[in-house]
């Protein structure tokens, strides 16, 4: 059956308190509108590179204000509530970028870990090292929904195909891809690497994303989205700033796209052979 989804989009700050409220606030703007699943961007409790300030508020999911909130919300509104990510406060010290979906009692239905590590140097002097403090998850996972089958992924996760294809071939039908995209590989990326999910596997892809200057001095792409599994862009938002997008999810289409396309059912196992000698002019047997 079809469903209406909401993509919230944010500019998280330094506080988790004041992160709660904004998404409150907007996550019942999404219901009001009828969604009645509702997904978060990447990191909602708080965007913080001083990490020593942020170990200083963080908690562990026992005690975090966005799960607390996340569950409550659920349970008011009668959603299923996807927190996309926040930072959780683990017993060894570091901290996980974890995801929760909340059903509509409230109760947690779902957590992902990110497991992807966002490790980079980019131009102008851009790093990130993600993993310096983030324990990076192990575990994907597709969860049976009452009205569809869905996989989750955060943010840099989008850029490892072999993850959404695993869970595209378990069953997949909606993708989730909540996110804190710097502007640099926004600009560049995002668009592109979310349709190409979508068309590659034959899926819907909802994608919450973090807008604007970060009271941190961090600038993410913002333009949250939701595609169709043709690749169709169905809602997208701004560059900056809150915003809420919806549309209507029809699982149905999934199966139109793979009939079309049956490229899951088409794939071959393959060798890959490294031919050294062709660097110097020689010829493979």
Not at 82 to 100: E, P, Q
Not at 146 to 166: K, S, T
Not at 182 to 204: C, D, P, S, Y
Not at 213 to 235: K, Q, Y
Request: a negative charge; charged letters at 20%; hydrophobic letters at 45%.
């Amino acid at each position: 059956m079809s469903f209406k989804a909401a993509a919230v989009q944010m500019c998280s700050g330094v506080d988790p308190v004041k992160n709660a409220a904004a998404m409150a606030r907007l996550v019942r703007e999404a219901a009001g509108q009828g969604a009645t699943y509702v997904q978060t961007p990447e990191m909602t409790g708080m965007l913080q590179r001083d990490r020593t300030a942020a170990r200083a508020v963080l908690a562990d999911e026992a005690h975090d204000i966005i799960v607390k909130t996340g569950s409550e919300l659920a349970g008011e509104l009668g959603i299923h509530m996807h927190v996309g990510s926040t930072a959780i406060a683990l017993a060894d010290g570091k901290i996980a970028n974890r995801g929760f979906l909340f059903g509509p009692d409230g109760k947690i239905l779902n957590r992902y870990d990110k497991i992807h590590m966002f490790d980079v140097d980019l131009d102008n002097g851009e790093s990130w090292r993600e993993s310096a403090a983030y324990t990076a998850g192990s575990e994907a996972r597709v969860l049976s929904l009452p009205f569809a089958e869905m996989g989750f992924a955060i943010c840099y996760d989008v850029r490892f195909p072999a993850l959404f294809r695993a869970q595209a071939v378990a069953g997949a039908e909606v993708m989730t891809v909540p996110a804190a995209f710097t502007k640099q590989t926004g600009k560049a990326h995002w668009e592109i690497l979310l349709r190409a999910r979508a068309i590659e596997n034959g899926v819907f892809v909802i994608a919450a994303a973090q807008a604007g200057s970060h009271e941190d001095g961090r600038e993410t792409f913002g333009h949250s989205m939701i595609v169709d599994p043709w690749g169709t862009v169905l809602a997208s938002a701004g560059a900056t700033g809150e915003a809420v997008i919806v549309a209507e999810i029809d699982p149905s289409a999934v199966k139109a796209a793979h009939d079309k396309i049956p490229n899951l059912r088409n794939g071959r196992e393959f060798s890959v052979e490294r031919i050294a000698d062709a660097i110097a002019g020689g010829v493979a047997a």
